[in-house]
Structures are given as structure tokens and as C-alpha cells.
């Protein structure tokens, strides 16, 4: 009971908190908009998904890749949460999203590989790119 009475206390804190202004702009039209912490925080969110340049101290320009949790934060509240439903392959174990996106992209090219080849055995992609040894990729266990 009481882990629940301070989370709740957090949470009011954290939304007084969200909810208070911390900058503000000249419209063009004269007005003045308001941003609370909770927009700002959103925009972060949006530039870490589309990528965005950073100006460094000595002038140069570096260019940020969009980062993959931001994509994923902003599909889940825009899209709401995707249940991830978990298959097992031949030894049992269960599949990752990862591999069945791999075997699936790899089938796809070897499909497109032989309509353009004309034949079943050349040009095929292998499981594993040569410079992983495995479906862990040498993550396992870490």
C-alpha cells in the first residue's frame, strides 16, 4: 500500500512539474505562445526520432542519426503498445523479433534474387552475413 501512495506522490509532483511554463515565443501575428516542460520534452522526443544537426563549438556541423527508441516511443502513444507475440523455432527456443525479421528480409531477397536470376541456386544471401558467427551475433550470454 504505501509503494503505491509514493508513486502516486511522485506522480503528482511530476505532473506539476510537466505542467509549469518554461518558454516562451513572438508569434508572427504579435501573440505570445506558452511551452510547458511536457511540450518540450515531446519536441526532444520528435527531433531524437527524425534525427537532427548539432552545432559543435568549433564550428563544424554533426549530423545525428534518428535514434529507434524515440520512433518506437512515439508509434506506441500514437499507435498504442504492439503485444508482441513470441513463436518457438525447431530446438525450442523461443524466436526473436530480430530473427524472424532476418530469416523473413533474407527469404525476401533470395525470392527477388532468383525472379530477376532466373534460377534457385546462385545469388542466394546466406543465414548469417560473414561477419557474424550466429543468430546472437555474439550477444549471447551478455
Known amino acids: 500500500m504505501a509503494k503505491k501512495l509514493d508513486s502516486k506522490l511522485i506522480t503528482q ?4 512539474l510537466a505542467s509549469q511554463v518554461v518558454d516562451t515565443s513572438l508569434n508572427p501575428d504579435g501573440t505570445v505562445s506558452a511551452f510547458t516542460r511536457s511540450e518540450k520534452l515531446a519536441e526532444v522526443i520528435w527531433q531524437r526520432a527524425l534525427g537532427w544537426p548539432e552545432e559543435l563549438a568549433n564550428g563544424e556541423t554533426k549530423y545525428h542519426k534518428p535514434e529507434t527508441w524515440a520512433i518506437a516511443h512515439i508509434l506506441e502513444r500514437l499507435e498504442g503498445r ?5 513463436g518457438t523455432d525447431e530446438t525450442g ?4 523479433i530480430r530473427d524472424r525479421m532476418r530469416e523473413l ?4 531477397i533470395n525470392d527477388i534474387t532468383d525472379s530477376v536470376s532466373g534460377s534457385d541456386s546462385e545469388g542466394t544471401v546466406s543465414e548469417y552475413p560473414p561477419d557474424m558467427d550466429g543468430p546472437d551475433n555474439g550477444t549471447e550470454g551478455s
Open 13 to 16: 509532483h511530476l505532473e506539476t
Open 82 to 86: 504492439v503485444k508482441i507475440v513470441e
Open 93 to 96: 527456443k523461443k524466436d526473436r
Open 105 to 108: 528480409t533474407r527469404s525476401t
